[in-house]
């Protein structure tokens, strides 16, 4: 008996692939993985501008979709998808029978810094695009009740499939030879709250401590200048560098040569970087925005309520004045960071509901 081909799919993903965002190296994990797996998978690459597309980006998205042969299984990332109108609904409809799977890292209109207006218009498309869905992978058990609860999913139409992590090495820390080393890890947005963080910090004037941001700059037009301003009004100017995006070696660099990882995030879908700092072992402060609150298990990091500066600042000192309990931290972070899962069960979590997807394409599929 000839074995059955390995099933085919389409990942389809607005913009620039390298982009360093935990979204995006998501995508480019599944596409490197997927293969191992068992599933043919092909990227196709959406505009660059969703959530807030051109009527040209709209057509050109059209029109890459339309050339999809018909009975295709089409996962499409929600950076996209949760923004399409019905026109782009339809191409993938219309007695095509695609089979439609969508990936949600976090809903669109969670994204903080919206309008009103905007939130509200991005809420009704991402629902009406979710209901359209065969089915949707999202990114943490977080998100999952999320979309049941706020965007009408069932709960049975959604697999999660948690980011993998990559093992490192423990970090060895600063050597505390110029005083403590804080480390961010995210583009600078309003969801990541770094004028939050300016505001925690301006209380800790009295301790040594660095603190470095690595992440894009440019990617929210506007917000770095505004956190720059705000770490300037707190007198911290001397005391925070914006690294940007550093390399892959950059960056592992940047882990292993801090003393403490902080995330003052007002959401997150699931905080990538925090399974990173767990898997370097750093001693954790964060918030319970979103996923973040489960993404770190309890005892594994100090977390705060997001928005909180008094409380973030009282967290980072008392890590910074009391050795044993940041060692003590240290310790069930690496813990942690142990027993997170690898890349390999996140594809093969998505490649089992790939193979359960396409085989329920019409029987005529080719």
């Known amino acids: 008996m000839v074995a059955p081909p390995d099933p085919e799919l389409v990942f389809a993903i607005p913009g620039d692939l390298s982009a360093p965002t935990g979204g995006y190296a998501y995508d480019r994990s599944l596409l490197a ?91 009704g498309t991402e629902r009406h695009a979710l209901a359209c869905a065969a089915h949707v992978i999202a990114t943490s058990a977080s998100t999952a009740r999320t979309l049941t609860r706020d965007f009408g999913v069932p709960a049975g139409k959604i697999t999660t499939a948690c980011p993998g992590t990559r093992p490192a090495r423990r970090a060895e820390g600063s050597g505390r030879t110029r005083g403590a080393e804080l480390l961010c890890v995210g583009s600078v947005s309003p969801r ?61 660099a940047a882990y292993h040569s801090s003393d403490v990882f902080l995330m003052p995030s007002l959401y997150e879908g699931y905080g990538m970087a925090l399974a990173e700092a767990m898997s370097h072992g750093l001693p954790i402060v964060c918030t319970t925005g979103g996923a973040a609150a489960e993404t770190v298990p309890d005892g594994a990091a100090i977390k705060v309520p997001p928005g909180d500066a008094p409380a973030l600042g009282n967290a980072v000192r008392s890590l910074l004045t009391v050795p044993q309990r940041l060692a003590d931290l240290g310790e069930r972070s690496w813990a942690a960071g142990r027993a997170l899962p690898p890349w390999q069960d996140t594809a093969g979590r998505v490649a089992d509901l790939v193979r359960a997807v396409a085989r329920s394409l019409p029987e005529h599929a080719a």
Request: glycine share 10%; no cysteine; aromatic share 4%.
């Open 192 to 252: 990541k709250a770094y004028g939050v963080l300016a505001s925690a910090l301006s209380r800790l004037t009295d301790l040594d401590w660095h603190l470095t941001i690595v992440g894009e700059t440019d990617r929210v037009p506007g917000e770095h200048a505004r956190v720059a301003a705000a770490v300037k009004a707190h007198g911290l100017a001397g005391r925070v560098t914006f690294a940007g995006v550093l390399t892959a070696d950059e960056l592992e």
């Open 33 to 123: 993985h997927l293969p191992g797996s068992g599933i043919r998978v092909r990227h196709l690459q959406l505009p660059g501008s969703w959530p807030s597309p051109t009527a040209a980006d709209v057509e050109e998205t059209r029109r890459l979709l339309a050339s999809l042969r018909d009975r295709t299984t089409v996962l499409v990332d929600g950076l996209a998808y949760g923004a399409f109108p019905d026109t782009l609904l339809e191409t993938l409809g219309n007695g095509t029978g695609h089979q439609v799977i969508a990936l949600v890292h976090h809903p669109l209109a969670l994204e903080s810094g919206l309008g009103e207006d905007q939130r509200r218009l991005l809420e």
